[in-house]
């Protein structure tokens, strides 16, 4: 069945830092990914998606690249902020009546000033 | 804006005493899923609803119950609430076409 991975964290980075967390999948057929953003105490917030392979989802100076070959889903930014301090998660849905998403186990992020 | 709302925020309940969490949506979503989430876990999807077809996850205890009286409303009832049933509680939207999901605050339940 469908599954995501993400590197563990908690991951710790200075204030400007480049930031990458990792995400792979295992799927069948072309499934949408996603990035979604946890603050503390919070919901989660959909932070970008891609649909399709080649895809670039990008929103506020986050991006990653929907790479079918490596199966990934890599979240970078070039410059964190504290403000950036929170859980990310990575998931895979599918377009049906269901729509369940498959969350990956979610890292942490620490950015220290 | 459009948005789900989720209320209380924070819920306190006694072992065993039944509670119930709401949740309600303006972006006339036709699904609507409640999700249970521990500390640094991933959110657990309990079951969710396509309009009035209501489909539970075969590892949902029956402990927890649902109804959706209308499109805008979803409610999370827990029977008998144990310790084990503290966690933030979820509610998320997604229009049918769509594949994205729209989450609420959530509701942090505390079980004494």
């Known amino acids: 069945g469908d599954s995501v991975t993400q590197m563990e964290g908690p991951v710790t980075l200075s204030e400007e830092a480049f930031l990458t967390i990792n995400c792979t999948y295992t799927a069948t057929g072309y499934p949408s990914l996603f990035w979604y953003v946890q603050y503390p105490g919070e919901g989660l917030q959909l932070l970008l998606k891609?649909?399709?392979?080649?895809d670039k989802g990008s929103n506020k100076g986050f991006e990653a690249t929907y790479r079918k070959e490596t199966t990934s889903f890599h979240l970078e930014k070039g410059s964190v902020q504290v403000s950036d301090s929170a859980v990310y998660f990575c998931?895979?849905?599918?377009?049906?009546?269901?729509?369940?998403?498959?969350f990956g186990q979610g890292t942490t992020l620490q950015v220290k000033p | 804006d459009a948005m789900v709302i989720q209320n209380p925020r924070y819920q306190v309940t006694q072992f065993g005493k039944p509670v119930t969490l709401s949740c309600s949506q303006t972006l006339n979503h036709n699904v609507m899923y409640w999700y249970q989430q521990k500390s640094s876990q991933a959110p657990k999807l309990l079951f969710h609803y396509y309009d009035k077809d209501f489909n539970n996850e075969a590892d949902t205890p029956d402990n927890f119950q649902s109804r959706r009286p209308n499109t805008s409303f979803c409610f999370l009832d827990i029977r008998s609430p144990g310790l084990g049933d503290a966690a933030m509680y979820l509610c998320a939207t997604r229009r049918l076409a769509g594949e994205e999901q729209y989450f609420g605050p959530g509701t942090r339940l505390t079980v004494t």
């Open positions: 998931a895979l849905g599918r377009g049906s009546n269901t729509g369940k998403l498959i």
């Open positions: 891609a649909t399709k392979a080649d």
